[in-house]
């Protein structure tokens, strides 16, 4: 769940499995998994470990609060069996999870903030090598102690136009048109969605006495086993579907 890994800078930092920071906005701007839960909790698992080595037993196991995970250092990849201490550096500030790239077509827009509408966007995203400002050593994606926390692999790719759109075509192959047209097993009932609170940004209207507000729904139509149309064409049937 911890990994050590050799960052963007050239220097070795522990961050959480799974997370990276790949200079989609300034990392001052939303800390990601950097940040802390209202009690006080860090949401990183790496540091929820270097938090725990100060109170740990010395050895390269140790269990991880509040969490309750154990970490084996040696299974590092880098520096394997160091024993983590009080003043590791972690890179996990303006960290956050990758996703799974399965029917990514029909995820957009993308990135944690929405930043880029299309498939498109997202492979010019990475050929240039992301959008922090700076050089590899201090950039935007740096915070606190640390002048960078880029990701390695977030480098200029140097694609041609015909490379990028075969990547975008290979990202569109990943679709599963049982997904995109809600066929099943993906057909679902009718779903009540909360869109954000009644009225406008300004204010919003209460709910009761309780001070919460009202929350503003959206209705996802029901859709069978057959799936949907695509909008302007006929509802499809069963036999459409290929369901008898």
């Known amino acids: 769940m911890i990994e050590h890994m050799i960052m963007g800078d050239g220097n070795v930092s522990l961050y959480d499995s799974g997370f990276y920071n790949i ?6 701007e939303d800390q990601g998994a950097g940040a802390e839960d209202p009690f006080g909790n860090s949401l990183s698992w ?10 740990g037993s010395g050895n390269n196991m140790f269990n991880i609060l509040p969490d ?3 970490v084996f250092t040696c299974n590092f990849q880098v520096a394997a069996c160091v024993s983590v201490t009080p003043d590791f550096r972690d890179s996990v500030d303006g960290s956050f ?3 799974t790239l399965r029917n990514v077509e029909l995820t957009g827009p993308f990135f944690h903030n ?4 299309t498939l498109e966007q997202v492979v010019d995203f990475y050929n240039r090598g992301g959008d922090a400002r700076g050089d590899s050593l ?13 990701a390695p692999a977030i480098q200029r ?7 990028k759109a075969s990547l975008v075509a290979f990202l569109k192959a990943l679709t599963d048109d049982r997904v995109r047209w809600e066929k099943a097993p993906f057909d679902h009932p009718s779903l009540d969605i909360p869109n954000g609170h009644d009225f406008d940004e300004n204010k919003v209207i209460p709910a009761g006495s309780r001070g919460y507000a009202k929350d503003d729904m959206v209705t996802l139509p029901a ?3 057959a799936g949907r149309a695509a909008k302007n064409l006929p509802a499809l049937t069963s036999f459409d579907a290929g369901l008898k």
């Open 223 to 225: 859709v069978g086993a």
């Open 23 to 28: 200079g989609v906005r300034p990392t001052v």
């Open 68 to 70: 309750g995970f154990n």
């Open 97 to 99: 999870k990758v996703p």
């Open 46 to 55: 790496a540091r929820q470990a270097i938090k725990s080595s100060s109170s």
């Open 138 to 150: 201090a950039n935007t994606t740096g915070y606190g102690k640390n002048a960078s926390n880029r």
């Open 157 to 163: 790719l140097g694609l041609s136009d015909g490379d």
């Open 114 to 117: 929405g930043g880029q509408a």
